[in-house]
């Protein structure tokens, strides 16, 4: 009976379990953002994400896969021994999260270190974080952007702007508080708008003059104040490339921590075949086009950047795959090939 039961109510059991050690992990990440003593005791037995100068530390791993290295709190204090420094950086670390297993993870910059010194001990190699994109995977990839764009915030956010006195973290660096003015800042992202636009057959990208050669993303624009997301979407694509939206669902959410901190909202977009003529505003834009499935498969396939011709056109070459613009390109294909 027991068996039957079990058999029967599996996901539910699943999903409870789960859910209840997530929710411990939840409570234990609000217990260190309000308790500094508590997010001190948490970092002694932590892990930390390094960065220098916001470029995140990666290793290679024999089989040529790249990670973040697992480097504990204790780790981190031999290497500033071996360099002579002062164990007192540890304590600039910024919690960003809190593994299955309870332990809490951190992220620090180490730009006031020599880069090659601390390449050399912690035996990895500090990356572009845009090029870390390309070259990580899995769950590893959010949490090293959060990491880094906690650390910009702080670096960034130095002094009130109410007072221009200077501003106080926490210890788990969730909050900066200027004792002068009395006002508390939180960390901040900027609400982006990020659209798949279609034709019914085609979809449509754009690229910027500074994108790599051959990449191009879906279109996106940030929200104007007091805008919701149909105005900003219907803004955007009237402005950068001159078209009359149909129709839009909201198809998924991410956080990109380029240029500072954006909350990018993403959306399947439609466009009406018979309005189909871009007209690119090329202030904003270098290039949009129209893609065909086949075009997008193609791309798709490819697993290093093309290269390019000179005088050639170029072949496409999309977003890594973190990337919610990439992300948007793959489903969309996925709602041609059931559809067509
Ligand atoms: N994750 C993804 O897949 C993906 C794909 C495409 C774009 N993006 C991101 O979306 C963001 C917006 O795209 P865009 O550049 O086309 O936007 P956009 O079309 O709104 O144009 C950018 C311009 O908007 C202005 N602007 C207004 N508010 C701003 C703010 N809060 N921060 C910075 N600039 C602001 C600036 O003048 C800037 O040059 C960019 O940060 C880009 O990195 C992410
Ligand atoms: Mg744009």
């Given at each position: 009976?027991l068996?039957?039961?079990r058999?029967?109510?599996r996901?539910e059991?699943?999903?409870?379990?789960?859910?209840?050690?997530?929710?411990?992990?939840?409570?234990?990440?609000t217990?260190?953002?309000?308790d500094?003593?508590?997010?001190?005791?948490?970092?002694?037995?932590?892990?930390?994400l390094?960065y220098?100068?916001?470029?995140?530390?990666?290793?290679?791993?024999?089989?040529g896969?790249f990670?973040l290295p697992?480097?504990c709190?204790?780790?981190?204090?031999?290497?500033l021994?071996?360099?002579g420094?002062?164990?007192?950086?540890?304590k600039e670390?910024?919690l960003?999260g809190c593994t299955e297993?309870?332990?809490?993870?951190?992220?620090?910059?180490?730009g006031?270190?020599?880069?090659?010194?601390v390449?050399?001990?912690?035996?990895?190699?500090?990356?572009d974080?845009?090029k870390a994109?390309?070259?990580?995977?899995?769950?590893?990839?959010?949490?090293v952007a959060r990491?880094q764009?906690?650390?910009?915030?702080?670096?960034t956010?130095?002094?009130c702007?109410?007072s221009?006195?200077?501003t106080?973290?926490n210890?788990?660096?969730?909050?900066r508080?200027c004792h002068?003015?009395g006002?508390?800042?939180y960390?901040k992202?900027?609400?982006?708008?990020?659209?798949?636009?279609?034709?019914?057959?085609r979809?449509?990208?754009?690229?910027q003059?500074t994108?790599?050669?051959?990449?191009?993303s879906a279109?996106?624009?940030?929200?104007?104040m007091?805008?919701t997301?149909?105005?900003t979407?219907?803004?955007?694509i009237a402005?950068?490339v001159g078209?009359?939206?149909?129709?839009?669902?909201?198809?998924?959410?991410?956080?990109?921590?380029f240029?500072?901190?954006?909350f990018?909202?993403a959306?399947?977009?439609?466009?009406?075949p018979?309005n189909t003529?871009?007209s690119?505003?090329?202030?904003e834009l270098e290039?949009?086009?129209?893609f065909?499935l086949?075009?997008?498969?193609?791309?798709?396939?490819?697993k290093k950047?093309p290269?390019?011709?000179?005088?050639?056109?170029p072949?496409?070459?999309l977003?890594?795959?973190?990337?919610?613009?990439?992300?948007?390109?793959?489903?969309?294909?996925?709602?041609?090939l059931?559809?067509?």
């Amino acid at each position: 009976m027991l068996k039957l039961l079990r058999t029967l109510f599996r996901p539910e059991l699943v999903l409870r379990r789960s859910s209840s050690s997530y929710v411990a992990r939840m409570r234990y990440l609000t217990r260190l953002r309000e308790d500094d003593e508590a997010c001190l005791e948490a970092l002694r037995s932590g892990r930390l994400l390094l960065y220098h100068r916001l470029a995140p530390l990666l290793q290679k791993t024999p089989a040529g896969l790249f990670q973040l290295p697992n480097i504990c709190t204790n780790d981190l204090e031999g290497v500033l021994d071996k360099l002579g420094k002062s164990h007192a950086l540890v304590k600039e670390a910024v919690l960003i999260g809190c593994t299955e297993k309870h332990e809490a993870q951190f992220s620090l910059d180490v730009g006031s270190l020599e880069q090659s010194e601390v390449e050399r001990l912690c035996g990895g190699a500090f990356i572009d974080l845009r090029k870390a994109f390309f070259l990580l995977t899995g769950p590893e990839v959010p949490l090293v952007a959060r990491g880094q764009t906690l650390l910009r915030w702080h670096q960034t956010n130095g002094f009130c702007s109410a007072s221009g006195h200077p501003t106080f973290r926490n210890q788990s660096g969730s909050q900066r508080i200027c004792h002068s003015s009395g006002h508390t800042y939180y960390p901040k992202m900027a609400p982006v708008v990020i659209a798949l636009i279609s034709d019914g057959s085609r979809c449509l990208l754009g690229r910027q003059a500074t994108f790599p050669s051959g990449m191009y993303s879906a279109l996106a624009g940030f929200c104007d104040m007091g805008e919701t997301i149909e105005e900003t979407l219907r803004r955007e694509i009237a402005e950068e490339v001159g078209l009359e939206l149909m129709s839009f669902r909201v198809s998924g959410s991410q956080h990109w921590p380029f240029p500072q901190s954006s909350f990018m909202v993403a959306c399947q977009a439609l466009v009406s075949p018979d309005n189909t003529q871009v007209s690119v505003d090329h202030a904003e834009l270098e290039d949009a086009r129209w893609f065909s499935l086949q075009e997008v498969q193609e791309a798709l396939r490819l697993k290093k950047p093309p290269r390019n011709h000179q005088g050639a056109p170029p072949t496409l070459w999309l977003p890594p795959r973190y990337a919610i613009a990439h992300q948007l390109v793959v489903e969309w294909v996925q709602q041609q090939l059931a559809t067509h």
